[in-house]
């Protein structure tokens, strides 16, 4: 923790990245520490940098910024597990760059590596190194990285929340912010994501062994005017039916192949994910399958692995 901070005092421009795709953590722990940095070094130009994706900028929205040519500057890297998932190709280019992540540490990239994966969420840890090195927090750092914590606990039902997981998001629901407004957000959705949930249940298949899947055609995507980063809002419905024990949902992607959207109550999925080019944690993980023939390769492992 007292290098990444020395790292960071090191350098006047900062970049602050996250993974494509963004989850509630991955913006509330890049734009979280963008305010945290902010609030103790209003020097520094620190700047997060990626997307803007339209269903979550009530969180926050990036940096539009083009740096100086033969700019020295620090990238830090938020939830990221693997390069290739790093969006914003600039820290290519950094003099350094801190890997931040609560994911297992398959592709150890970066100069400095935090990498804690029983920890509930990259913003959990970055809450937490704030308030070991009594940093300043403020109430937008607060907001956000207690808006991480929430997403992926699924407020705080999943295995990795912890004791101190609770006692981190304590300290920062005591900052000024309206945590009422902000869970009314993160849990409402239009009606057409509505629509979709009736659609998994009356679509989805159910094994014998618990397992379970659904197809998101683009057809049907198209249909509803749904976008590839609305779909994962769906990502839990499944496991609401008691028999469900392990889940996937595959999606289709305009390029013909499929995102592999995976769940688990117990029985890890982690492996199957890296079989077949993805990773995550053992019990929320993501996948990509290039054909019809893959993903029923996919649904088979996830039965046999319930089975097992």
Same mark, same amino acid.
């Given at each position: 923790?007292?290098?990444?901070?020395?790292?960071?005092?090191?350098?006047?421009?900062?970049?602050?990245?996250?993974?494509?795709?963004?989850?509630?953590?991955?913006?509330?722990?890049?734009?979280?520490?963008?305010?945290?940095?902010?609030?103790?070094?209003?020097?520094?130009?620190?700047?997060?940098?990626?997307?803007?994706?339209?269903?979550?900028?009530?969180?926050?929205?990036?940096?539009?910024?083009?740096?100086?040519?033969?700019?020295?500057?620090?990238?830090?890297?938020?939830?990221?597990?693997?390069?290739?998932?790093?969006?914003?190709?600039?820290?290519?280019?950094?003099?350094?760059?801190?890997?931040?992540?609560?994911?297992?540490?398959?592709?150890?990239?970066?100069?400095?590596?935090?990498?804690?994966?029983?920890?509930?969420?990259?913003?959990?840890?970055?809450?937490?190194?704030?308030?070991?090195?009594?940093?300043?927090?403020?109430?937008?750092?607060?907001?956000?990285?207690?808006?991480?914590?929430?997403?992926?606990? @699924?407020?705080?039902?999943?295995?990795?929340?912890?004791?101190?997981?609770?006692?981190?998001?304590?300290?920062?629901?005591?900052?000024?912010?309206?945590?009422?407004?902000?869970?009314?957000?993160?849990?409402?959705?239009?009606?057409?994501?509505?629509?979709?949930?009736?659609?998994?249940?009356?679509?989805?298949?159910?094994?014998?062994?618990?397992?379970?899947?659904?197809?998101?055609?683009?057809?049907?995507?198209?249909?509803?005017?749904?976008?590839?980063?609305?779909?994962?809002?769906?990502? @839990?419905?499944?496991?609401?039916?008691?028999?469900?024990?392990?889940?996937?949902?595959?999606?289709?992607?305009?390029?013909?192949?499929?995102?592999?959207?995976?769940?688990?109550?117990?029985?890890?999925?982690?492996?199957?994910?890296?079989?077949?080019?993805?990773?995550?944690?053992?019990?929320?993980?993501?996948?990509?399958?290039?054909?019809?023939?893959?993903?029923?390769?996919?649904?088979?492992?996830?039965?046999?692995?319930?089975?097992?």
């Amino acid at each position: 923790m007292q290098n990444i901070l020395e790292t960071i005092q090191a350098y006047d421009h900062i970049l602050i990245h996250r993974h494509k795709n963004p989850d509630p953590d991955a913006l509330g722990s890049q734009a979280g520490l963008r305010a945290l940095l902010k609030a103790n070094f209003p020097d520094k130009a620190i700047y997060a940098v990626g997307y803007d994706e339209p269903t979550l900028t009530y969180l926050t929205e990036m940096d539009q910024v083009e740096l100086p040519a033969g700019t020295s500057y620090l990238s830090i890297v938020c939830d990221t597990a693997n390069v290739p998932r790093i969006d914003d190709e600039r820290f290519e280019r950094a003099d350094k760059v801190i890997k931040i992540d609560h994911h297992p540490n398959n592709d150890p990239y970066g100069d400095i590596q935090w990498v804690e994966d029983w920890r509930s969420s990259a913003s959990e840890m970055i809450a937490d190194w704030a308030l070991s090195l009594g940093l300043e927090l403020n109430a937008e750092s607060a907001r956000l990285l207690y808006a991480g914590i929430i997403g992926d606990t @699924g407020r705080f039902l999943f295995p990795a929340t912890s004791p101190k997981t609770f006692e981190i998001a304590g300290k920062l629901a005591a900052y000024d912010f309206d945590r009422a407004e902000l869970g009314r957000e993160m849990t409402s959705f239009d009606m057409k994501i509505a629509r979709l949930q009736g659609y998994v249940y009356e679509n989805m298949e159910v094994a014998e062994s618990g397992a379970a899947r659904v197809l998101l055609t683009q057809e049907l995507m198209k249909k509803m005017s749904l976008s590839d980063a609305e779909t994962s809002r769906i990502v @839990g419905t499944p496991g609401n039916i008691r028999d469900v024990k392990s889940w996937a949902i595959f999606v289709e992607q305009a390029d013909g192949h499929y995102r592999v959207r995976m769940r688990s109550k117990f029985q890890p999925i982690e492996p199957i994910a890296r079989r077949h080019d993805g990773g995550g944690h053992e019990l929320a993980s993501g996948a990509n399958s290039y054909s019809l023939e893959e993903n029923e390769q996919i649904w088979q492992e996830l039965q046999d692995n319930l089975k097992g």
